[in-house]
């Protein structure tokens, strides 16, 4: 069964400060990776994707990596700012007959404390 | 340009009634997909459209949920005879093909007293 695992639930840091979100994943076949940003009564929004071959992409204060091989992933956020507060999705896309069914995990939610 | 708009924002229904939420992708988009989420929980995929071919609906929970979508156009999601444990965030996504990002919708609340 595919599943995305994330952790830690939740995490409270000050602001300024860095962090890292973690994934865990047993989909395949393997077709990409996501990470998304969910604001409070918002619909995700796109932060990075990841192919397989793909080790580390950025988007701003935003670093994704990937290790294909172990099925891991994780997103480091740097110099954290109270807008990053929010809850962030990792989600998987695998491939079955063609047909593109993501993988969602549960999310990990951040708390930026001033 | 336009992000993808869902309708009604809110929706409050008694149980046992039937609901209909609207989404309208962003134009050109072939894909489009319907979520929920509960409470606290992560998103569960329901239903995904791709083009003129057939709907994946693997992730209906059950008889009661249907989905339409004409074209690459507006898509409808359908729930007959409301339950409780319906209450959710119901979230459409549409994106140009189907291995590229998903843009999300601002949800439909809905509950079901």
């Known amino acids: 069964k595919n599943q995305v695992e994330q952790s830690p639930q939740s995490l409270i840091i000050l602001e300024g400060k860095n962090c890292t979100l973690q994934?865990?994943?047993?989909?395949?076949?393997?077709?990409?990776l996501r990470w998304y940003k969910q604001d409070t009564g918002r619909g995700p929004v796109s932060l990075t994707i990841m192919t397989f071959s793909e080790n580390t992409k950025s988007n701003g204060r935003y670093t994704a990596t990937l290790d294909a091989d172990t099925k891991q992933s994780s997103l480091h956020i740097t110099a954290s700012q109270l807008s990053d507060s929010a809850s962030y999705i990792c989600?998987?896309?695998?491939?079955?007959?063609?047909?593109?069914?993501?993988?969602f995990g549960r999310g990990t939610s951040l708390i930026v404390h001033p | 340009g336009a992000g993808v708009s869902q309708s009604p924002s809110n929706k409050v229904t008694e149980k046992g009634k039937d609901v209909e939420l609207r989404c309208d992708p962003i134009?050109?988009?072939?894909?489009l997909y319907w979520y929920r989420q509960r409470l606290g929980q992560g998103l569960e995929f329901l239903i995904y459209f791709q083009g003129n071919s057939a709907p994946d609906k693997s992730g209906l929970p059950s008889d009661r949920f249907s989905a339409e979508r004409t074209g690459e156009s507006v898509s409808t999601l359908t729930i007959q005879r409301t339950q409780q444990e319906d209450s959710a965030v119901y979230l459409c996504a549409s994106s140009r093909n189907s291995f590229d990002t998903q843009y999300f919708g601002p949800g439909t609340r809905l509950t079901v007293l």
């Open positions: 994934c865990n994943y047993t989909v395949s076949p393997f077709s990409n």
């Open positions: 989600v998987v896309a695998g491939a079955s007959g063609g047909s593109y069914i993501p993988t």
């Open positions: 134009s050109g988009h072939t894909a």
